[in-house]
């Protein structure tokens, strides 16, 4: 976050809205409000590591009988107001013949001189990491020294010929170097990139995402539809595929699309469907400890009656997969929602299914399920304990089971 010093010159109590410009785009703003007393004097934070610097502000008041408000804001960028609000560290309002003005200034800042003063990697180094200079360091923090080295240089090659005005643009130089670094335990892929995996230059398959990435690490799939026409083996331990919002990916052949091999897997965030019916699930789970949350898969329509439909179902596992984890999905307009083949082990939670002939099918599975609804159009069937699937609990008493998955229509074919 970015601090600013506030000064109320005036005698009256001033409500004050600040805007902060988003993605650099003067038209785009997220706000902060915050009140400040006759002659108080006020450091706000505001921003984040991406949205640093200020884009209007607001000020109203109600005093001496009369209403007072006035609305600055920038839209083009570099111009006069840019310059008030954000080569200054100190805005001061004064009421000035009824109306209040608002001017800027700089106050001596010791921690931003050493930013500007330093001559080494090392002495950029103990300046930006110095927390009376407020950066946001959470991403650099989780770089190598290799990294910070990197990092630091660029900082002190862009720096510019006056130094840097303020706080916010250190951290605008910080983030832009962080971001063009390939940081193996975050790699980023955008469909249609050739890359070499930092979030500045991603990927530009998933593949080649999963190959980089270090274990324990993220494969961060960037907003885009990818058209999957080969199989992606999810075969490193402990790594996460994560899609950020608005990515798809779009099955274009007959394969299985997503095949866990590797064992503590997760998998979260993303889209998945198909241009057509295929005969297949959307992922496929062999690994133990795997986690399959906040995703959305779902098939192309099909005609009623259900019994025709091609065969299409979101998950499947493999026989002995052990602490299975599926929370918090949307699976719908399938065949089956989830199969889960015998002997497998773990919870099947909160998760919403719907337009599927069967939303959960358990065969001589061990799995609790708990917390699923069911939406519209209605499953066939919301849960269906295949034949040799166990007696007893979990899936005894149905009424209970029907109960805790929101009145699931469950068919027990345990004893056809």
């Known amino acids: 976050m970015v ?11 001033l409500q004050i809205s600040i805007f902060i410009r988003e993605d650099n785009d003067p038209i785009s703003n997220i706000d902060s409000a915050f009140e400040l007393l006759p002659g108080e004097t006020k450091t ?31 839209t083009t960028l570099g111009s006069e107001l840019d310059n008030l609000l954000n080569t200054n560290n100190v805005l001061t309002i004064t009421e000035i013949e009824n109306d209040y003005v608002l001017t800027g200034s700089n ?58 005005p303020n706080v916010g643009s250190v951290q605008v130089e910080l983030n832009t170097a962080i971001n063009q670094l390939v940081n193996p335990m975050n790699i980023y892929v955008l469909q249609g990139k050739n890359g070499n995996g930092s979030l500045t230059n991603p990927f530009g398959t998933i593949e080649e995402g999963i190959a980089a990435v270090n274990v324990g690490g993220t494969v961060n799939i960037l907003e885009g ?33 997503l095949l866990v091999t590797a064992d503590n897997i997760k998998i979260e965030g993303l889209t998945i469907t198909s241009d057509i019916p295929y005969q297949k699930e959307f992922i496929q789970i062999a690994g133990a400890n795997t986690r399959i949350s906040g995703n959305t898969i779902f098939g192309p329509e099909q005609q009623l009656p ?71 159009p209605e499953n066939e069937f919301d849960i269906v304990s295949l034949a040799g699937t166990t007696t007893g609990p979990p899936y005894e008493d149905l009424t209970v089971l029907s109960e805790n998955n929101n009145n699931a229509i469950i068919s027990d074919q345990r004893n056809l």
């Open 3 to 13: 601090e600013k010093i506030f000064v109320n010159n005036s005698t009256a109590t």
């Open 44 to 74: 706000i934070m505001y921003g984040d590591m991406e949205n640093v610097f200020l884009n209007g502000i607001i000020f109203f008041t109600i005093s001496s009988g009369d209403t007072y408000s006035k609305v600055q804001f920038i």
């Open 107 to 164: 106050s001596s800042n010791l921690f931003l001189e050493a930013v500007n003063n330093a001559e080494t990697i090392q002495e950029i180094q103990d300046a930006i990491e110095n927390s009376g200079l407020g950066l946001n360091l959470t991403a650099y923090n989780e770089l190598s020294q290799e990294q910070r080295d990197e990092v630091a240089t660029s900082i002190l090659n862009n720096r510019p010929l006056g130094g840097y």
């Open 225 to 257: 539809t990818y058209s999957i026409t080969t199989q992606i083996n999810v075969n490193k331990q402990g790594i996460t595929i994560k899609g950020e919002p608005g990515t798809i990916l779009l099955l274009q052949t007959d394969i299985i699309p």
């Open 306 to 376: 259900m019994s025709n439909w091609v065969v299409n179902r979101a998950i499947v596992t493999e026989v002995n997969v052990q602490n299975l984890i599926i929370e918090n999905n949307v699976f719908h307009s399938l065949r089956t929602g989830v199969y889960i083949n015998p002997n497998v082990t773990g919870i099947i939670n909160e998760n919403v299914i719907y337009n599927t002939k069967g939303g959960l099918l358990v065969d001589r599975a061990l799995i609790v399920i708990d917390g699923n609804s069911w939406g519209t």
